[in-house]
Structure formats: structure tokens, C-alpha cells
DNA sequence: GTCTATATGGGGATAGAC
DNA sequence: GTCTATCCCCATATAGAC
């Protein structure tokens, strides 16, 4: 049984990701832990420290899952660079994964961790940002060297775009059903994921065949100004 | 001149974009709006309607823009489709332009605009939603002309995923200068519009037809399932 | 480590004079 | 329409017994 910390960690998972931060109280949060009020401010010292906390331990797992894939990619292809299809894959597909601790529902993290790019309340503690460095150093040169005809700053650009498209669909998928008059299914995890993969790899090479859109050729792209 | 009314839509438009909904209280918005308290709940009856009116305010200013620049376009295109960079400019380039009335800070309502797909507190009123239905009857049609190759429900899942990557543009474009160690200035408005347009455009496209996207030796695209 | 009880403060909303 | 004063609730956080 998950003793007093971890239940909290738990349950607060869920409801942040169901409900947002602000709009859950720490009643709430014990309440649905079974665990008396104070025993947050014991274990966590502050509401704002229990989701820091929660943030890095997702944060963690989720990143080991990353790695773990991108390494099995690598072993795969050997020298040669593993195709940014996988690459995205190694990145997405975990956040999609993630349990929590509840077998039931799948995506309390992923839901949360949607939110986060927009929540101010989370600071980067020390830990988390080492995590991300080590994720960094990890895919960094991956990407680079399958994507070979796109310039840093176009790979920062993409990425950061990638990550909105990733975050929202974490975050606000039942949109997609009432905006497609239940034509697509956000609940079909591996659709899901086909379609975003493809949607960001297009994204990620965009252009980079053969024409790099600097000045100078228009190329197909004219811009009438 | 702006009357209370106007003032306190200005404020809390502000307001919002920058702290978030739960963080800023009326009592914030009162002062900086120079008006009295009670003046919130005369003119707007609660703080959720009052959030309300901001978008449908701002929605509605949006999509006047998007539908003025599409009836260029397709003026311009005569009988033609409008090709899809164009679509997604006249979709996207208006919310970075939208300046609320507060002429020094161009960015509050794409802020805001950015945050309320994951703000559970905006519920779509009336007004909105014929809104939005017309805007969905202009645009749907020319994309569908734009994009032959692309089939219904993938034209959801893409745009879909598109407004995920612009809402965290508008969001959270401080994040991307941090992660880019200063390569990339999201400040630069036309830069970013061209770079998300880009991105937006190529996981529009992605696999349909022939013509596009020869990555070279990764250009193995599997379809079909 | 866990509980009860409480401190302390801020929030949204309103009544009613002007 | 605007203001003052206030109601009342609910939040986080803590003190101190067990």
C-alpha cells in the first residue's frame, strides 16, 4: 500500500490534471488521499512545493522512458542516425504512457504535464533541471544529425513548436472530438500518436530537401509584400 | 474614451494574460482599471462573466480580421484555391496583431487567447459560438480546396494539433528564448509568424500528394496501416 | 507521523447611501 | 452608475496534543 506521501503525490496528480491547480484545495487532495489536511504541509511544506515535487518525479520517469527508447534506437541503427520518426517517437510516446500510480487512468500525468508549459506556479528546482540537461545532451545531437539539412535555430523553433502541438493534445483532447463532430478520437492512444508523430516529423523537416527558405530564392514560397 | 465598462475589459484582458485567471483578483483589476469594486459585478454580474465577455470580445475582433484577409485572398485567387500558406496566415498573423486597446503592449489578447484552451472556466456563450461556426464555414471549404490530398478527419487531427503549437506561441514564447539559449527571438514578430507558419503548413501537408517533402534517404513514409 | 483545532488572511459578492 | 462598508465563505498554513 502506498503509504502517506505517495498517496498524496497520487491524488494530487489526478486533480490538478483534472481540475488545474488553483482550483483544487488541499481538502481536496486529502480527502481523496484518505490522509488528514496537515499531513501535506508535513511532508511537502507547501502546496506550491507538493506539485514542484510532483512535476519532478513525472519529470523523471519520464525522461528515463525517453532515454531508454533513444538508446534501443541507437543500438539499432548502429552508426548511422535513427530516423526523426523515431526520434520523435522516443520523445512523445512515453507521455502518453505514463500511469501514474493509478492502473485505471492512464493520462493524469500527461493531462498535468500539458498544463504545465502554462502554469507559472512550477519553478525548475535543481533536480528536474538536471533531468532536463541530461535529455537535452541526449537528443540534441540525435536530432541534429537526422535532420542534418535544418540550422539550430530552426531545429529550437520546430521543437518548441512540437511541443505546443504535443501539450495540447495532452492537455485539451476532448476538444478535438466536439471540434470534429466525433469524426476523430483523441481517446485511441495509438491514433493519437500516428497522427501527431507524422503531423510534427512533416514539421521538423520542413523545406529541408532541398531549398533553405534565407533570402535570396523565393522558391515555391512567394511572399507577396 | 474608454468608459468603466471598457476600462475594466482592458485591465483584466491584461491582467489575465499575464498572472492567469485564478491569480488575479478583482480587487487587482479595479485598481488598475481606476474604478470601484463593485463597478465588476454592476457591469459584468460575476468574475467568470466578466473572463466571458473578454473572449467573446476578443474572438470576435479575431475572427473579423481572419475572415477580411481570407476575402482578400480568395479576391486575389479568383476562381483558384487559395494555397495553404495563405490560409494559415490569415488564420494565425491576426492573433499576433490583436492589441487590445492598449497600444504598448501588442500581445494581451494572444496571451490570453493562448491560455484559454486549457481554462476550463470559459464556457462558449451564444455569441461566441455563431462566431466561431462562421468562421468555421469560411475556413473549412478553402482548406478542404487547399488540401485535396488530405482526408476529413486528418484535416481535423492537423488542425488541431496547428492551434496546440500556436496557443503555446502566444503563451509561453518566453520559454523558447530560455530552451535556444538566445537563439531564437520570439519577440520578432514577423520571424515567429513566418517560422510557425512554416511548421504549420508542412504537418498540413504531410504526405498528401506527391510534390512536396523528398528528405532523401529518410524519405521512407509508410502509409497506409 | 498523525491528528484536532485554530489562526490568519484573501477572496467574491452585495446592501444600500449617494 | 458609483461608492463605502461589510458579509461570509473558504483557502493555506500552523500549533500543539497524542
Partial sequence: MADTKDSILNASERLFAERGFDA???????TAAGVNLAAVNYHFHSKKQLLQALFTRG?????RKRIALLDAYEAEHGKGPVPVEKLVRAIIEPMFDI???LSKDSKTFSMLLGRMYS??????????LSDIENFGKRFEPALRRALPGVVPEDLYWRSFFAIGATAHTL???QLLQNLSYGLCNPDDRETTLKKLTAFIVAGLKAGSGIKQKKAG???????GK
Wanted: charged content about 25%; glycine content about 6%.
Fill in 24 to 30: 483544487v484545495s488541499l481538502r481536496a487532495i486529502t
Fill in 171 to 173: 492537455a485539451s483532447s
Fill in 217 to 223: 530564392k523565393t522558391g515555391t514560397n512567394r511572399r
Fill in 99 to 101: 500511469t501514474g500510480s
Fill in 59 to 63: 519529470v523523471q520517469k519520464l525522461n
Fill in 119 to 128: 502554469t507559472p506556479e512550477v519553478r525548475l528546482d535543481p533536480a528536474m
